[in-house]
């Protein structure tokens, strides 16, 4: 894990869902390392908390929110408090999301299964930039939203899914047109096996599971998390200042194949 910073994002304040494993926490940490004041968001409360408890002990300030990002009151309560803490928002890590419970052909495909993920997975992406937006408005920043190798090739038995994360990089690229004139940079990261709790279950946790996910990577291994935080950190950092409306694909060349 990084330990270096350049300090990009000192007196800056970032706001990361899903931040209690994972992507989110990877993130989150990384933002700290940046010099950025964090506010981590999540459902569960013991991991959340314990992110904000590893950016204090990196020497940053955090301030963990419990936020389900289907309930607009939690995504502006939580945004609310972050705002209250550190006084302003310039970054925002829309991460928050589930993997489907088993796979199934679309006319198969049961309705509350496809309403469970099109709710966490695309709905809350757009709930948490409609109550970010206004408050980055203020002085201008950045926003990346996470979509997945689902968000640009098919997924086969897996209908919801791909059309959540297809639609993530929809609303990316029309909220990108919505902003790019007022100093808000809006884009996506789509990535591919990631080493996280969430592959975990859905290979099952078992060495035949890892191997399967394993053989479909070109490069040979699953990602790390800090590779797809550091994508992240790129992309909300001055160096991406021309970088509008992009779904940035960092899938160990799976979706190249």
């Known amino acids: 894990m990084p330990t270096q910073s350049n300090g990009n994002f000192v007196g800056k304040v970032a706001f990361v869902t899903g931040a209690a494993s994972g992507i989110g926490r990877a993130t989150a940490l990384a933002f700290a390392r940046e010099g950025a004041n964090v506010g981590v968001a999540d459902v569960s409360e013991p991991g959340n908390q314990a992110t904000a408890r590893m950016i204090e002990e990196l020497g940053g300030r955090a301030i963990a929110v419990q936020c389900d990002v289907t309930r607009t009151e939690d995504v502006k309560a939580a945004l609310d408090k972050t705002v209250e803490a550190f006084g302003r928002l310039d970054l925002a890590f829309n991460n928050a999301g589930i993997e489907p419970k088993k796979a199934a052909p679309t006319a198969e495909y049961d309705e509350e299964e496809w309403n469970r993920i099109i709710d966490i997975d695309l709905r809350g992406v757009f709930l948490c930039m409609k109550h970010e937006i206004p408050l980055i408005l203020k002085q201008g920043g950045a926003i990346v939203n996470t979509s997945s190798g689902a968000g640009i090739i098919g997924i086969k038995g897996s209908p919801a899914y791909t059309a959540a994360k297809h639609g993530v990089i929809g609303l990316t690229k029309a909220a990108a047109l919505d902003y790019a004139a007022q100093n808000i940079r809006v884009n996506a990261v789509c990535p591919g096996y990631i080493d996280t709790p969430?592959?975990?279950?859905?290979?099952?946790?078992?060495?035949e599971g890892r191997a399967k996910v394993i053989s479909e990577e070109p490069v040979g291994r699953m990602g790390k998390p800090?590779?797809?935080?550091?994508?992240?950190?790129?992309?909300?950092?001055d160096a991406a200042a021309f970088m509008i409306g992009h779904a940035m694909v960092i899938d160990g060349g799976q979706t190249v194949q």
Do not use: H, K, P
């Not at 969430?198 to 060495?207: A, E, I, L, Q, V």
């Open 198 to 207: 969430m592959m975990g279950r859905f290979t099952g946790d078992t060495d």
């Open 226 to 237: 800090e590779e797809i935080a550091a994508a992240v950190i790129w992309l909300c950092s």
